[in-house]
């Protein structure tokens, strides 16, 4: 029977410990998540990143603040946390974006280059010289 009271009393000071340190850091984590989206407003200005996702994402974070202002942080973490997804999001289509234009411009240096290459071989046949070929 001790064991058993003693087992409840360690899972209800567990409990209370977790509920505890839930209730001090949720601040902490409001702060931190403000903190990213502004760093990733940040970035995306510094950048030239400007869509409707970063135009949205910054609505998102005036509602953040106006909530954290109000003393809601538990909306306010919900809008920054939003505000930073959408701004990673915008990130990503840029970069997707760069890569699919630089993907092109390597797909026509390679053409040109087997134009040229073609090109070089057809004078070597012309002139009759002999060919190493190779695996290029």
């Not at 340190?21 to 995306?44: E, F, G, I, M």
């Not at 950048?47 to 970063?54: A, E, F, H, W, Y």
């Not at 919900?78 to 990503?92: E, M, N």
Request: charged content about 30%; aromatic content about 12%.
């Amino acid at each position: 029977m001790a064991i058993k009271r003693y087992s409840a009393l360690v899972l209800i000071f567990l409990s209370s410990l977790w509920f505890y340190s839930c209730a001090t850091t949720y601040p902490l984590v409001v702060q931190t998540t403000l903190h990213t989206a502004d760093s990733l407003k940040d970035y995306c200005q510094r950048n030239g990143i400007d869509s409707p996702k970063t135009k949205k994402a910054y609505d998102f974070l005036i509602a953040g603040r106006e909530k954290l202002k109000a003393d809601e942080e538990e909306e306010a973490y919900r809008y920054f946390d939003l505000v930073v997804l959408t701004y990673r999001l915008a990130i990503a289509e840029q970069e997707y974006k760069l890569s699919q234009e630089h993907l092109k411009q390597a797909e026509a240096a390679l053409d040109k280059a087997q134009e040229e290459l073609d090109a070089f071989r057809k004078v070597l046949k012309e002139l009759k010289l002999p060919m190493i070929e190779s695996n290029i």
